[in-house]
């Protein structure tokens, strides 16, 4: 990678409104963000923050309403039949729900071989078993012939999602959306399956996109890369994951990471809370004026936070957050 | 009786050597195997386990809500208030009628959906009341409000509302008012806070811990979530393969737990606060409850196994002042 090649995946000032009852919702509202080529970047929220269309959006699942989406330095709503088709290849989704995702009707081989000779990747059947069967090896699924012949519903929901996985690899991708990839599966089998994205990161240098709404998982998959925390529909904090998860700076991170449960009793039991205004998450087709998480903040300050909506604003140590009163107090501090 | 397991007075409610069954139809699913354990008098206990473990069918076994096809093989469920006690599996319809929601109340998984979605808040109260007995509907809305207020809701918004009209977070909040109304001295709560957001699972464990100050009541609650035991419980028992295989206070068991699952567990977990640690991974898949392993159920996944484990199941036994384990090599393990 060179210091100017163009960000692999770019979303700039991207928008998506969907439409539900004749009311616009704001699903995603002027999102920006620049991943290069071997990165790790988590999107973090709770439901309805939009990062899961965010997720779509990057892989080409989604038309943004405003905006671009770009591969490579491409728009890819711009891009010819051909470039198109290499630009989906290259970006895979990995959903969240394994049970749904994988077609119950084929065989574990029958899923994994449609792609690989559809779009030519092997020649023939044979090629494709042997290709199959590396790659049911890379997700850790050995020996790989005991899982050839198998249908979806005689795999566990651990299984399933290293089946979904391998399947997004065999186009070898140099994008994976993972979107919430490990959320449904127990404690045990979760971290190797962390492990095995892990893995992937680093031996085949895939870029990866990683959507969840657990930060300590987060902070585990990403701690070398970023977290982009997002609420109802804007990203409100951007930085490195040492630095979110250390030093968070707008006060819903703050208030989310203070209010994770922690599997120890000793930190659980004495972490301080940041305590919110207000329990209730705002509708996304009523959303509050200005700052809107302002309803909720702590730090709310009537004629300043429900006036306009805060920018994105350096905040140095490559952290970027989206509130008037840390950006006030900030330059405050630098003055 | 269990080995160990005797606290100072009499405990709520008792269980030895509890089996349940559910025919399928590759043969008979094992969910239940042979579960002793105390809930003491106003101890919150955690019975943690992942998915298929038996947790929440044991949880229904206290209550006798199985479903029809199940079958309690062996096994006593004794109930304890005011120095009288109640053998659960013997009490006929209109006894069990009485001590289901009197004694003991069970709020299920998912129970932001068991509210009738017809009746306004006030009503449900009002509805389980009156089938319960209480009639003055005057005393009923008091202690509605009284309930409500103690769940952290605003009474006059929330009574008069429908079930739709409240965010999940709310529902699970009237539920466990709902489940408080007639006073139970036994409340289950199975997963009380997955599928809520971060911020409203905080407010549900706030809530949980204020009521536990205010009343006296007996908790066990059911969860997969070692972090919400971590936070709730004064007592975790790890359930694996539908066994209880440790059991102890809450600190014992993150600190110096002496099952190797157990141990496993709270090493797979990953932590927000604190270092980052690497986290390890539980190889293998869950048991099968058709075909347990023989002797030991974990000894497929564990480090420790030997031959013994591996031809004879090792019973709970006293491992620590108020801790028990069922391990042949608890000495060896270590945190």
């Given at each position: 990678m060179t210091a100017n090649a163009a960000p692999i995946i770019e979303l700039d000032h991207v928008s998506r409104v969907f439409e539900q009852r004749r009311k616009q919702v704001k699903?995603?509202?002027?999102v920006s963000l620049a991943v290069q080529e071997g990165e790790v970047v988590c999107l973090v929220g709770e439901s309805g923050c939009g990062k899961t269309t965010t997720g779509k959006m990057i892989a080409g699942l989604i038309h943004p309403s405003g905006g671009e989406v770009r591969y490579a330095g491409k728009n890819i709503w711009a891009m010819g039949k051909d470039e198109f088709q290499r630009y989906r290849l290259a970006v895979q989704i990995i959903h969240q729900d394994p049970y749904a995702s994988l077609n119950p009707a084929h065989t574990v081989y029958g899923i994994m071989s449609a792609p690989l000779l559809q779009h030519g990747i092997v020649a023939n059947h044979k090629q494709a078993r042997e290709r199959v069967r590396d790659l049911l090896r890379t997700v850790d699924?050995?020996?790989p012939d005991d899982f050839l012949d198998k249908y979806p519903h005689q795999l566990s929901g651990g299984q399933r999602q290293r089946v979904s996985v391998a399947r997004a690899l065999t186009v070898s991708p140099k994008v994976i959306v993972a979107?919430?990839?490990?959320?449904?599966?127990d404690v045990s089998i979760r971290v190797s399956l962390l492990n095995m994205l892990g893995r992937l990161k680093r031996d085949l240098g895939v870029t990866f996109i990683f959507i969840t709404h657990d930060l300590a998982v987060a902070k585990h998959f990403a701690w070398e890369g970023r977290i982009a925390v997002m609420y109802l529909g804007r990203m409100i904090e951007i930085g490195r994951t040492p630095q979110i998860i250390n030093h968070p700076q707008h006060p819903y991170t703050r208030a989310l990471l203070s209010a994770i449960p922690e599997a120890d009793p000793r930190i659980t039991r004495t972490k301080e809370r940041l305590q919110l205004r207000s329990l209730d998450i705002p509708s996304l087709l009523n959303l509050p004026s200005g700052c809107s998480f302002h309803p909720r903040c702590p730090l709310f300050e009537e004629g300043l936070c429900e006036v306009s909506v805060p920018p994105l604003a350096d905040m140095g140590e490559g952290t970027r957050v989206a509130c008037h009163v840390v950006a006030r107090e900030r330059a405050k501090e630098a003055a | 009786m269990s080995e160990g397991v005797k606290a100072a007075g009499e405990p709520a409610l008792l269980v030895e050597d509890l089996w349940v069954e559910y025919p399928a139809r590759r043969g008979v699913v094992k969910?239940?195997?042979?579960v002793s354990f105390e809930l003491r008098r106003g101890e919150t206990l955690a019975l943690i386990g992942e998915s298929g473990s038996g947790k929440t069918t044991l949880g229904l076994a206290l209550v006798r809500l199985l479903p029809k096809a199940a079958r309690i093989k062996q096994g006593r469920i004794m109930y304890y208030r005011n120095g009288s006690s109640q053998d659960v599996l013997a009490l006929n319809a209109e006894e069990l009628r009485r001590f289901r929601w009197q004694e003991c109340a069970m709020v299920f998984q998912g129970a932001q959906n068991a509210l009738n979605p017809v009746l306004r808040i006030e009503a449900q109260f009002l509805d389980t009341a009156r089938a319960h007995g209480m009639a003055n509907a005057n005393a009923v809305r008091e202690r509605t409000i009284e309930l409500l207020k103690m769940v952290q809701l605003d009474p006059q918004r929330v009574m008069h509302s429908f079930p739709h009209e409240l965010s999940g977070g709310m529902r699970q909040r009237v539920l466990i008012a709902l489940g408080l109304l007639l006073q139970p001295q036994v409340i289950i709560l199975d997963e009380p806070t997955t599928a809520l957001d971060i911020l409203t699972q905080r407010s549900v464990i706030e809530v949980l811990r204020r009521l536990r100050t205010q009343l006296d009541f007996s908790l066990i609650f059911i969860s997969h979530d070692l972090s919400l035991a971590a936070e709730l419980a004064d007592r975790v028992a790890t359930v694996y393969a539908g066994a209880i295989v440790e059991i102890g206070s809450v600190y014992d068991i993150f600190e110096r737990p002496r099952h190797p699952y157990t141990l496993a567990l709270t090493r797979s977990v990953p932590t927000v606060t604190g270092e980052m640690h690497p986290l390890a991974s539980i190889p293998g898949s869950p048991p099968d409850l058709i075909n347990p392993p023989l002797g030991c159920a974990f000894h497929p996944r564990?480090?420790?196994?030997t031959d013994q484990c591996r031809s004879q199941e090792p019973r709970l036994e006293r491992v620590g002042d108020d801790q028990l384990a069922a391990c042949w090599h608890w000495q060896e393990v270590k945190p």
């Open positions: 699903a995603v509202d002027d699924m050995t020996p979107d919430e990839a490990v959320s449904m599966v | 969910a239940v195997r042979g564990c480090p420790y196994a």
